[in-house]
Structure formats: C-alpha cells, structure tokens
C-alpha cells in the first residue's frame, strides 16, 4: 500500500504548542496517530493541546545541541518507537541584514537548522531498522524568495531543502520518506504582518490557515511514494 491510515503510528511534532504545529498534532490525533507535542517554552498550551488529543507534552530547548536527541529519546519513552517527526519549530525575529550579528546568525541556524538535522538524525536509527518512518520538515516560502522576516531566517530555511534532499535518497530504500513544507502567508502567531494588508500580494486573496497547512503535511505523511519533495503551500504566490 502507498497510502497509510497512520493509526497507531507514534508521531513527534515540535513546535506543537499552537499555529500550524498544534492544527498538525490535531489532524494527525484525528487519523489515529499518538502525538508528542514538542514545546520550547509554551508549556501550558503544550499541556492543553496534549489533553485534548490525548498525548504528551514534552519540552525541549532547540539551541541545546543534546536536546533534539533528548526529545526523541523522551518521545519514545512516553509513547513508544517513534514513527513520525514533524519538525515544525523555528526562530523567526525580524532584522535588516546590517542588524543581525554572528550570534544572532548563530542562533537563528542552530534553532532552525541545526535542530531538525539532529532530530532527523536521531530517529533514523529506529526508522531505518524498523523499514518505516516519515519526516517533514516544515520551511517558508522565504527559503525562494528571500521573504521578509531576515536573512537568517530565509538562509535557515532554505538549508532544510538541502537537508531533505541529501537525506532522502540514502534511507528512501529503507521504507523512510524525508519531504519539506513551505508555507507562505499562514495566520499565526509569526506572520510578519496585518493579515488584511498582506492578502493583497496574495493572488487567492487571502492568506492561508494553519488547518490547510496541516491538510498537506497529512497527506504526505500518508504516502509512501512521496520524497526527496519541497511542497510550498501559499495561495499561488510563488508558482513553481
């Protein structure tokens, strides 16, 4: 089969406390899956949305280098192998180019791009052993255009795409599918903006919802044939 119900799969979500990660972890409960509702510092929505969904809340400071491997680690000790990641956190603070300094620079990388790649690299082992596993990186549409929130973030984001493309085709033949997801305007907390003024550039009219978002990832978590792909999901903005 191509195409998998995903019930009784055991997913990671990070970035799961609210916006596009919490209407995954929702959509992903809903098709069965046990969620892990990875947090950095919103625990209290975390621990809401885990009740709901009836998962867990696991916190996790993404600029530690030892905690995506923690967080994996804990993952599997509350629910089980893991067979799902979605890495969806991420550090987004607006900056002109002649503002963001090394360590600014630094951090921004290590949150946005270091993370996902030790998370990954993390749950390979287990996903390759077992002959199953799905990863999705969640990017921006900054990553093509540059966007609007700095330079960091557009350079962090457009390093997942190399980051899937290299992973993919060495553990595709271990039954492992590694996507990316690049939203474009999303209402959430991160929208760098009025959602009214920003609908303007937006060709559907509108800018997107975080439910559409997650809509997209569930359907390729779903497939086993999917990988080594950038999805962008941002009401035609950037056609492709």
Same mark, same amino acid.
């Given at each position: ?103 600014? %620079? ?58 899937? %493309? ?64 950038? %999805? ?9």
């Amino acid at each position: 089969m191509s195409v998998d119900t995903l019930d009784g799969r055991i997913a990671l979500v990070t970035g799961g406390s609210g916006g596009i990660g919490a209407a995954i972890c929702r959509q992903l409960a809903a098709g069965g899956a046990r969620v892990a509702v990875g947090y950095g510092s919103n625990r209290e929505a975390a621990d809401q949305l885990a009740r709901e969904i009836n998962g867990v809340a696991l916190g996790a400071d993404m600029e530690d280098r030892e905690a995506p491997r923690q967080l994996v680690a804990d993952t599997e000790v509350a629910l089980g192998p893991l067979d799902l990641l979605v890495a969806n956190h991420g550090l987004a603070r607006p900056a002109a180019y002649p503002d963001v300094d090394a360590a600014m %620079f630094d951090r921004t990388l290590a949150v946005n791009l270091r993370a996902p790649f030790l998370l990954a690299q993390a749950a390979l082992e287990g996903m390759r052993e077992r002959g199953y596993g799905r990863i999705l990186f969640i990017s921006s549409a900054a990553a093509f255009r540059g966007g609007v929130v700095g330079p960091d973030y557009a350079a962090s984001k457009a390093g997942l795409h190399g980051l899937a %493309f290299f992973l993919s085709s060495r553990v595709a033949g271990d039954g492992v599918t590694v996507n990316v997801l690049a939203p474009g305007f999303i209402e959430t907390a991160m929208l760098p903006g009025d959602p009214s003024q920003l609908a303007s550039g937006v060709p559907v009219g509108r800018v997107g919802r975080p439910e559409e978002v997650a809509d997209l990832a569930l359907a390729i978590l779903r497939n086993a044939y999917v990988t080594n792909h950038v %999805f962008t999901i941002d009401g035609g903005m950037h056609p492709r």
